[in-house]
């Protein structure tokens, strides 16, 4: 759905013609009908004859689907529709999307504009629990925060505290006792940035604590940490590294009492298929050609394709001829490709440019894994195993059903 609704926030219309209704659980859908019919009213006095067609044929898009549902869903329900310009004037095409939200919606609302209002529905889908890390040893720190695949360091903290003297005598006891305050004041700082860091986390599911030597658990024992935020540990593990390394190692480390994070999903689902590339067990294939043949077969279990991989397969035609050309592109692109193509004529006729047809690689592999009852994972980019997946496979990979 993430996904859907990035496609869905890309569309753009020539002027205010693009519906987003959002309709809360509970809500009747003859009063939605009402409200529609009185909106077709006020469409008329649109001044564009263009827009005022597009608006009204819209408008009856929807009604027609809401005919069609009935009753609204229990979590509410969201429609998106609206007139997409395919080329010059008059080549809009009416797009309609229908949406049973993942969580109840309580929101009604109404709106035509030149784009589509997404924004309720991505907060919707946005992870919110996080984790919180703290690396640390007598030399330094690291605090982290892990939101969904996101691993975000949000303070290094040194602690300029030297290391143990080897005189002996009265000179030792005193260079200890000093070295000893100077590790309570280390200790409290790291303390106070961590608290300050995740105190502003309302779903914290909890911290791991890591580090080489015994440092860790001096801290956690000491009451340097807020008192909200030390029941909260959920881990206490041996790192060999501080820094983002022992963040790194602390998450592989702790992943079991964090299996529901996204990042460590992924990293399962890259090493699973790397497990069967080793064992050469032939359910480990690559490569976009011999993953699409085995795709379209039906033998895919799972396929796993980075969202770096997220390229737009453009097709445009001649709006009289028979002249045609593909052209691939980012999706930041598109716009400008949009006002490219108005304004081009046919390098064989001189007619007018239409696009006549959008489709990104993820959008292709999604319809073929669902027509081919395959499961597809998409990866980001940030973690270890997403750059795995991109630099090393070229983004798109499968595991293979058992024959």
Known sequence: ?????????????????????????????????????EEYGKASNIKSRTTRKNVQDAIVKVQQRLKIIGKTPKNGLVIFCGAIPRGPPGSEVIETYVIIPPKPINLSYYSCDDKFYVEPLLEMLREKKSYGVIVIDNSEATIALITG?????????????GGKTRKGGQSARRYERLRESELNQYYKRVGTHASEIFLNQPELGGIILAGPGPTKEEFYEGEYLHYQLKPKIIAIVDTSYTGTQGVKEALRKAED????????EEKKLIQRFLEELGKESGLAVYGQEEVERNLRMGKVDTLLISEKLDILVVKIKCSSCEYNETRNISREDLDTLRIEVSNRECPKCGSSLLIEAVEGYIDKYERLARETGSKIEIIGYESEEGKILYQGFGGIVAILRHA
């Open 257 to 264: 009492k964090i299996k529901d994070m996204r990042i460590i």
């Open 1 to 37: 759905m993430r996904h859907l609704l990035r496609r869905i926030a890309e569309k753009r219309g020539r002027g205010t013609e693009l519906i987003s209704l959002y309709i809360p659980a509970g809500r009747q859908l003859s009063e939605v009908m009402s409200t529609l019919r």
């Open 149 to 161: 695949r996101t691993v975000e360091i949000k303070n290094e903290i040194t602690s300029g505290v």
